[in-house]
Protein backbone atom coordinates (compact mmCIF):
# COMPACT_ATOMS: atom_id res chain seq x y z
CA UNK A 1 0.00 0.00 0.00
CA UNK A 2 3.04 2.23 0.16
CA UNK A 3 2.94 5.44 -1.27
CA UNK A 4 -0.95 5.50 -2.60
CA UNK A 5 -3.12 8.61 -3.53
CA UNK A 6 -6.49 9.05 -1.75
CA UNK A 7 -7.72 11.91 -3.66
CA UNK A 8 -10.85 14.33 -3.30
CA UNK A 9 -12.62 13.35 -6.97
CA UNK A 10 -13.78 17.00 -8.59
CA UNK A 11 -11.20 19.09 -7.56
CA UNK A 12 -7.58 19.59 -8.22
CA UNK A 13 -6.01 18.35 -5.20
CA UNK A 14 -4.02 20.19 -2.23
CA UNK A 15 -1.91 17.48 -1.00
CA UNK A 16 -2.43 17.82 2.81
CA UNK A 17 -1.74 14.82 4.54
CA UNK A 18 -0.34 11.20 4.96
CA UNK A 19 -1.61 8.45 6.95
CA UNK A 20 0.27 5.58 7.91
CA UNK A 21 -1.93 2.05 8.49
CA UNK A 22 -1.22 -1.13 7.54
CA UNK A 23 -5.54 -1.83 7.53
CA UNK A 24 -6.60 -1.71 4.00
CA UNK A 25 -9.99 -1.03 4.80
CA UNK A 26 -9.38 1.84 7.18
CA UNK A 27 -7.57 3.18 4.20
CA UNK A 28 -10.22 3.15 2.30
CA UNK A 29 -12.67 4.41 4.91
CA UNK A 30 -10.48 7.69 5.24
CA UNK A 31 -10.65 7.82 1.32
CA UNK A 32 -14.56 8.10 1.37
CA UNK A 33 -14.39 10.51 4.06
CA UNK A 34 -12.27 12.56 1.96
CA UNK A 35 -14.09 12.34 -1.32
CA UNK A 36 -15.90 15.35 -1.35
CA UNK A 37 -12.74 17.01 -0.15
CA UNK A 38 -10.14 18.67 -1.90
CA UNK A 39 -7.61 17.23 -1.00
CA UNK A 40 -5.02 14.18 -0.89
CA UNK A 41 -3.62 11.93 1.56
CA UNK A 42 -0.97 9.68 1.11
CA UNK A 43 -1.05 5.93 2.35
CA UNK A 44 1.75 4.64 3.76
CA UNK A 45 2.51 1.42 5.11
CA UNK A 46 5.09 2.14 7.98
CA UNK A 47 6.43 4.87 9.97
CA UNK A 48 10.09 5.46 9.49
CA UNK A 49 10.31 7.94 11.36
CA UNK A 50 10.18 12.42 11.23
CA UNK A 51 12.72 12.49 8.38
CA UNK A 52 9.62 10.89 5.76
CA UNK A 53 7.38 13.61 6.51
CA UNK A 54 7.67 15.72 3.64
CA UNK A 55 8.11 19.87 4.91
CA UNK A 56 4.38 20.53 2.90
CA UNK A 57 2.38 18.54 4.74
CA UNK A 58 -0.18 19.68 6.68
CA UNK A 59 -1.50 16.96 9.04
CA UNK A 60 -0.16 13.61 9.58
CA UNK A 61 -3.08 10.37 10.34
CA UNK A 62 -1.36 7.35 12.83
CA UNK A 63 -3.29 4.81 12.70
CA UNK A 64 -2.53 3.42 16.32
CA UNK A 65 -2.96 -0.24 15.70
CA UNK A 66 -0.97 -0.30 12.91
CA UNK A 67 1.81 2.28 13.90
CA UNK A 68 1.94 2.38 17.49
CA UNK A 69 3.16 5.16 19.90
CA UNK A 70 4.96 8.25 17.89
CA UNK A 71 7.18 10.44 19.85
CA UNK A 72 5.91 14.28 18.82
CA UNK A 73 8.91 16.56 18.26
CA UNK A 74 9.22 19.35 20.32
CA UNK A 75 8.39 22.24 17.14
CA UNK A 76 5.98 20.63 15.28
CA UNK A 77 3.36 23.00 13.67
CA UNK A 78 1.19 19.65 12.18
CA UNK A 79 -2.01 18.90 12.78
CA UNK A 80 -1.98 14.97 14.32
CA UNK A 81 -4.50 12.90 14.51
CA UNK A 82 -3.89 9.59 15.89
CA UNK A 83 -6.90 6.65 16.40
CA UNK A 84 -7.71 3.36 15.96
CA UNK A 85 -10.29 2.80 13.15
CA UNK A 86 -13.44 4.36 14.20
CA UNK A 87 -11.86 6.73 16.25
CA UNK A 88 -9.35 7.92 13.37
CA UNK A 89 -12.18 8.44 11.25
CA UNK A 90 -13.93 10.45 13.20
CA UNK A 91 -11.22 12.88 13.98
CA UNK A 92 -10.58 13.44 10.22
CA UNK A 93 -14.50 14.43 9.81
CA UNK A 94 -14.36 16.48 13.19
CA UNK A 95 -11.03 18.10 11.19
CA UNK A 96 -12.74 18.86 7.78
CA UNK A 97 -15.81 20.09 9.54
CA UNK A 98 -13.74 22.75 11.40
CA UNK A 99 -11.48 23.54 8.67
CA UNK A 100 -14.96 24.11 6.38
CA UNK A 101 -15.67 27.53 6.41
CA UNK A 102 -12.07 28.83 5.55
CA UNK A 103 -11.46 26.63 2.54
CA UNK A 104 -12.20 28.28 -0.84
CA UNK A 105 -12.00 25.53 -2.39
CA UNK A 106 -15.15 23.96 -0.51
CA UNK A 107 -18.32 24.51 -2.49
CA UNK A 108 -21.90 24.37 -1.19
CA UNK A 109 -22.69 21.09 -2.59
CA UNK A 110 -19.67 19.51 -0.35
CA UNK A 111 -20.69 21.73 2.50
CA UNK A 112 -24.28 20.45 2.13
CA UNK A 113 -22.81 17.06 1.98
CA UNK A 114 -20.80 17.16 5.36
CA UNK A 115 -23.65 19.09 7.34
CA UNK A 116 -26.44 16.10 6.13
CA UNK A 117 -23.49 13.42 6.60
CA UNK A 118 -22.96 15.16 10.49
CA UNK A 119 -27.01 15.53 11.55
CA UNK A 120 -27.59 11.59 9.52
CA UNK A 121 -25.13 10.27 12.01
CA UNK A 122 -26.01 12.21 14.51
CA UNK A 123 -29.73 11.20 14.53
CA UNK A 124 -29.37 7.31 13.33
CA UNK A 125 -28.86 5.98 16.49
CA UNK A 126 -32.29 7.81 18.03
CA UNK A 127 -35.44 5.56 17.88
CA UNK A 128 -38.07 7.92 17.58
CA UNK A 129 -36.43 10.38 15.03
CA UNK A 130 -39.02 12.64 12.00
CA UNK A 131 -37.93 11.86 9.06
CA UNK A 132 -34.40 13.44 7.66
CA UNK A 133 -35.93 13.68 4.08
CA UNK A 134 -38.74 15.64 5.39
CA UNK A 135 -36.29 17.64 7.85
CA UNK A 136 -34.07 18.48 4.89
CA UNK A 137 -37.10 19.55 2.60
CA UNK A 138 -38.53 21.88 5.48
CA UNK A 139 -35.37 23.17 6.12
CA UNK A 140 -34.20 23.79 2.59
CA UNK A 141 -38.01 25.39 1.96
CA UNK A 142 -37.55 27.86 4.99
CA UNK A 143 -33.88 28.76 3.19
CA UNK A 144 -34.71 29.07 -0.57
CA UNK A 145 -38.46 30.30 -0.31
CA UNK A 146 -37.89 33.69 1.49
CA UNK A 147 -34.48 33.81 -0.22
CA UNK A 148 -35.68 33.73 -3.84
CA UNK A 149 -38.90 36.31 -2.71
CA UNK A 150 -36.28 38.75 -1.51
CA UNK A 151 -34.03 38.74 -4.79
CA UNK A 152 -37.39 38.41 -6.80
CA UNK A 153 -38.14 41.88 -4.87
CA UNK A 154 -41.28 40.28 -3.25
CA UNK A 155 -42.60 39.51 -7.06
CA UNK A 156 -43.63 35.49 -6.06
CA UNK A 157 -43.90 34.60 -9.95
CA UNK A 158 -40.41 36.00 -10.37
CA UNK A 159 -39.51 34.28 -6.85
CA UNK A 160 -41.04 30.59 -8.30
CA UNK A 161 -39.45 30.98 -11.37
CA UNK A 162 -35.80 31.23 -9.70
CA UNK A 163 -36.83 28.54 -8.20
CA UNK A 164 -38.12 26.80 -10.57
CA UNK A 165 -41.98 25.97 -9.30
CA UNK A 166 -45.00 26.58 -9.79
CA UNK A 167 -46.38 30.17 -8.54
CA UNK A 168 -48.75 27.85 -6.97
CA UNK A 169 -46.49 25.79 -4.99
CA UNK A 170 -44.57 28.94 -3.76
CA UNK A 171 -47.53 30.19 -2.93
CA UNK A 172 -48.95 27.18 -1.20
CA UNK A 173 -45.21 26.77 0.81
CA UNK A 174 -45.10 30.10 1.68
CA UNK A 175 -48.43 29.62 3.70
CA UNK A 176 -47.31 26.98 5.30
CA UNK A 177 -43.89 28.87 6.20
CA UNK A 178 -46.16 31.26 7.52
CA UNK A 179 -47.99 29.09 9.50
CA UNK A 180 -44.78 27.79 11.13
CA UNK A 181 -44.29 31.74 12.28
CA UNK A 182 -41.40 31.90 9.28
CA UNK A 183 -42.08 35.79 7.95
Not at 37 to 62: A, K, M, T, Y
Not at 111 to 140: E, G, I, M, N
Amino acid sequence: MSGTSIEGRDHPCIKEGILFTRDGSLAERIRRTVLHWPLEIEVRDRWNGWGDVPSGVRFILFDRDSVGSVDLPDKSLRLILSGSGDELVSALESFLFLREPFSVAVGIEHLLHAKCRQYLSAVSSLRDTDSAYAFFVSLLDRLLLPGALEVAQGNQHRASKILGISRTTFRNKMKMLEQEGIP
